[in-house]
């Protein structure tokens, strides 16, 4: 019972969040950026391997097969944990903004028309 809640979680409620956390996270710390990046690659690693786990030979599935049972049920739940752990580790480092984050270039100045040239001389 709790492999499949764990699944299901995995399944539905992860990208879920990551769906929500993508847009409402664009502006926050470097941290923040890591974890959602990490969470959503190990999350994504995590349904191939589910997916392949779950795909392999199903006629000899026994209550036994421990890693089987990971892979397929748990891994996408727990990949998806890890990885934002992970991506809020390594992105910690440089946790100040990115070049060009927040803030825009000043503009150059265009250069004058001729209808301004005579409207500023006059």
């Given at each position: 019972m709790m492999g499949r809640i764990a699944l299901l979680l995995g399944l539905f409620a992860a990208p879920a969040f990551l769906l929500w956390a993508g847009h409402h996270w664009r502006h926050k710390s470097a941290r923040i950026r890591g974890a959602f990046w990490g969470g959503l690659l190990a999350h994504t690693l995590a349904a191939l391997i589910a997916?392949?786990?779950?795909?392999?030979?199903?006629?000899?599935?026994?209550?036994?097969?421990?890693?089987?049972?990971?892979?397929?049920?748990?891994?996408?739940?727990?990949?998806?944990?890890?990885?934002?752990?992970?991506?809020?580790?390594?992105?910690?480092?440089?946790?100040?903004?990115?070049?060009?984050?927040?803030?825009?270039?000043?503009r150059a100045a265009a250069p004058a028309t001729g209808a301004e040239r005579t409207t500023t001389e006059a």
């Open positions: 997916t392949v786990a779950g795909l392999y030979r199903p006629a000899e599935w026994a209550a036994s097969d421990l890693w089987r049972g990971f892979f397929g049920l748990w891994s996408m739940l727990v990949f998806f944990a890890i990885g934002a752990a992970i991506g809020a580790m390594r992105s910690s480092r440089d946790d100040a903004p990115r070049s060009g984050a927040g803030r825009s270039r000043p």
